[in-house]
């Protein structure tokens, strides 16, 4: 069984710029959420994506978007990058939507100079 | 809203004793409760849970149990080793799509 997979691992990019992440999510897992990690902080919720849909969102702008794929695959799309978006961003499968386990990728580390 | 509370650390420790990280939580319902640890470099790794009050989670010498009337969920473990030093993480999912962690642990062992 294929775990959660990102990529790339890591990412340097300037500000105004716009970036690109991507998620594989685990074998049988129609859901995936996205995360992210500041320095030193717990993960934050940027948005979930069910059935290529998004199902729900935190408190993110509208620069965080986001697409999932028929595959359930998924990508993290930043547009207008800030210094702030420097984090590791995590993205997490599940069998659904409220399903309370979710198993996490290994993350993208992005830097914003 | 929902929120987790994790001690602040680091929590620096010699082999072989024993580990408290305490997690209390604030939550509408009855939340599922989550330990995850974060190695350095990596992702979160699910280290155990419990979605009903009075359940014990356990995994790896790892365990902590659902208390509803103290809102806790603290992790244990009776004998750390160095290669438990890592971050660990308190969650809580409650009926909905996200999962609201804590600021994260930073446990040392020394050998």
């Known amino acids: 069984e294929t775990g959660v997979t990102q990529s790339p691992t890591h990412l340097i990019k300037t500000r105004g710029q716009q970036v690109t992440l991507r998620c594989s999510s685990q074998?049988?897992?129609?859901?995936v959420s996205w995360y992210q990690q500041a320095l030193g902080q717990g993960p934050q919720f940027i948005f979930q994506?069910?059935?290529?849909?998004?199902?729900g969102r935190g408190n993110f702008p509208p620069r965080f978007s986001g697409l999932q794929f028929p595959n359930y695959s998924s990508e993290l799309n930043v547009n207008a990058l800030e210094l702030d978006d420097s984090a590791l961003y995590l993205c997490?499968?599940?069998?659904?939507?409220?399903?309370?386990?979710?198993?996490f990728g290994p993350g993208t580390r992005l830097t914003v100079l | 809203g929902n929120s987790v509370t994790q001690m602040e650390g680091p929590v620096t420790l010699s082999e072989e004793a024993f580990l408290t990280i305490n997690c209390t939580y604030t939550?509408?319902?009855?939340?599922?409760l989550f330990w995850y640890v974060q190695y350095p470099g990596e992702g979160l790794q699910l280290l155990l849970k419990?979605?009903?009050?009075?359940d014990k989670g356990s995994n790896k010498g790892f365990e902590a149990t659902y208390r509803k009337e103290t809102t806790s969920f603290h992790l244990e473990k009776g004998s750390v080793q160095v290669s438990d030093s890592a971050v660990y993480f308190c969650?809580?999912?409650?009926?909905?799509?996200?999962?609201?962690f804590g600021t994260g642990t930073r446990l040392k062992v020394l050998a």
């Open positions: 997490a499968s599940s069998l659904g939507p409220t399903t309370d386990t979710q198993y």
């Open positions: 074998s049988g897992h129609n859901t």
């Open positions: 994506y069910y059935r290529e849909e998004e199902n």
């Open positions: 939550a509408t319902g009855y939340p599922s």
């Open positions: 419990a979605t009903k009050a009075d």
């Open positions: 969650a809580l999912t409650s009926g909905t799509y996200k999962y609201i």
